[in-house]
T-cell receptor, first 113, second 112 residues
C-alpha cells in the first residue's frame, strides 16, 4: 500500500516555465488537496477536490490549475512559474473530507530561478 | 488566512520531560486535528478531537479542547529524542467548505 505518492521530489524551474506536479493515491479516497509550505507560514491550501470532476479553490490558488479526472490522481499545474512559487508542495488525501484523517505525500521541493 | 496559531513557536526539552503545545483558533469548528512533521517529510496525523469532546488520549499523547476559549493543547508525556519534529494543529471551521486550515506549527526539540 503506497499511500500518497508525489513526483518529482525535487524540481528546479526557470521563470516562465510550466510544469505539472503529480499526485496519486491508492486508498480510494474521494478528498484530495494541495498545500504549499513556506518558512514561517505553515501550510496553505491551494486547491482541493471532493471527488472526480469536482475541484475548488483554497487560500492561495493564483498561478495554479488542477483537474480531477480520476479518483486516484490530482495533478497540480504551474502555468508560468514565478520565484514566488518557490516552496515545498504537499498533496493530501482523506476518505471523509476534513472530518477525517488526512494522509500526506512526501512533498515536492520546487525552486523557481 | 491562518485559523490556528500554535504556541510556543519553538520548544526545547530534555528526554523524559513532558512537552505541551497550544493551539488557538478564531472561528467555531467541527473538529481539530494534530499532525507531526519530521524534518523534510510529509505530515503524519496524530489525533482528531471533535467539537463535542473535551479530551482524548492516544498512547503518550493527550489532547484537550476548550471550545469556549477556542483553544486546544497537545501534551506529549515522557518525551523521546524521536519526538523531535514540528507539530501542527489543523481546524475544520464550521460551514459548508471542505477546507482544513493549518497553523504555523511548533518546533519541538527533545535533547538526549
Amino acid at each position: 500500500n503506497a499511500g500518497v505518492t508525489q513526483t518529482p521530489k525535487f524540481q528546479v524551474l526557470k521563470t516562465g516555465q510550466s510544469m505539472t506536479l503529480q499526485c496519486a493515491q491508492d486508498m480510494n479516497h474521494e478528498y484530495m488537496s494541495w498545500y504549499r509550505q513556506d518558512p514561517g507560514m505553515g501550510l496553505r491550501l491551494i486547491h482541493y477536490s471532493v471527488g472526480a470532476g469536482i475541484t475548488d479553490q483554497g487560500e492561495v490558488p493564483n498561478g495554479y490549475n488542477v483537474s480531477r479526472s480520476t479518483t486516484e490522481d490530482f495533478p497540480l499545474r504551474l502555468l508560468s512559474a514565478a520565484p514566488s512559487q518557490t516552496s515545498v508542495y504537499f498533496c493530501a488525501s482523506s476518505y471523509g473530507g476534513r472530518g477525517t484523517e488526512a494522509f500526506f505525500g512526501q512533498g515536492t521541493r520546487l525552486t523557481v530561478v | 488566512s491562518q485559523q490556528g496559531e500554535e504556541d510556543p513557536q519553538a520548544l526545547s526539552i530534555q528526554e523524559g520531560e513532558n512537552a505541551t503545545m497550544n493551539c488557538s483558533y478564531k472561528t467555531s469548528i467541527n473538529n481539530l486535528q494534530w499532525y507531526r512533521q519530521n524534518s523534510g517529510r510529509g505530515l503524519v496525523h496524530l489525533i482528531l478531537i471533535r467539537s463535542n469532546e473535551r479530551e482524548k488520549h492516544s498512547g503518550r499523547l493527550r489532547v484537550t479542547l476548550d471550545t469556549s476559549k477556542k483553544s486546544s493543547s497537545l501534551l506529549i508525556t515522557a518525551s523521546r529524542a524521536a519526538d523531535t519534529a514540528s507539530y501542527f494543529c489543523a481546524t475544520a471551521p464550521q460551514g459548508g467548505s471542505e477546507k482544513l486550515v493549518f497553523g504555523k506549527g511548533t518546533k519541538l526539540t527533545v535533547n538526549p
